[in-house]
């Protein structure tokens, strides 16, 4: 079962940041499509950032443009979440998930995650918690 491992949640003030990381478990990301999801209490789960196997293929919700970037460790083999100027509504459980290499899973990650399922290539890990609270 191919399953990734996030870390790196967390309690800050609204305002503050946070660097989550997901690895692979017991194989190698290399240029695997990785997407950060989200899901708050009560809500579904939202993709929230997406990097694609191609070279600068980065996107993002629109919630999250200008304070999160997604990239990856290539020394570390982990594809890392830094979020800035985070804010309550950011609160939420956060999962990485590794995606078949179809050149729309990304996009549809931010934009329609319903769609971007059918082409999921792992499961679900445990995920890591991020408050954000004064």
């Known amino acids: 079962q191919v399953q990734l491992v996030e870390s790196g949640g967390g309690s800050v003030q609204p305002g503050g940041s946070l660097r989550l990381s997901c690895a692979g478990s017991?194989?190698?990301?290399?240029?695997?499509?990785i997407a950060w999801f989200r899901q708050a209490p009560g809500k579904e789960r939202e993709g929230v950032a997406c990097?694609?196997?191609?070279?600068?293929?980065?996107y993002y919700a629109d919630s999250v443009k200008g304070r999160f970037t997604i990239s990856r460790d290539f020394a570390e083999d982990t594809v890392n979440l830094q979020m800035n100027r985070l804010r309550a509504d950011d609160t939420a459980v956060y999962y990485c998930?590794?995606?078949?290499?179809?050149?729309?899973?990304?996009?549809?990650?931010?934009?329609?995650?319903?769609?971007?399922?059918?082409?999921?290539?792992?499961?679900w890990g445990q995920g890591t918690r991020v408050t954000v609270s004064s």
């Open positions: 998930m590794k995606g078949r290499h179809y050149k729309l899973w990304c996009p549809n990650v931010v934009t329609d995650p319903s769609s971007a399922t059918a082409d999921f290539a792992s499961s």
């Open positions: 017991g194989f190698t990301l290399d240029y695997d499509p």
């Open positions: 990097i694609g196997s191609s070279a600068g293929s980065t």
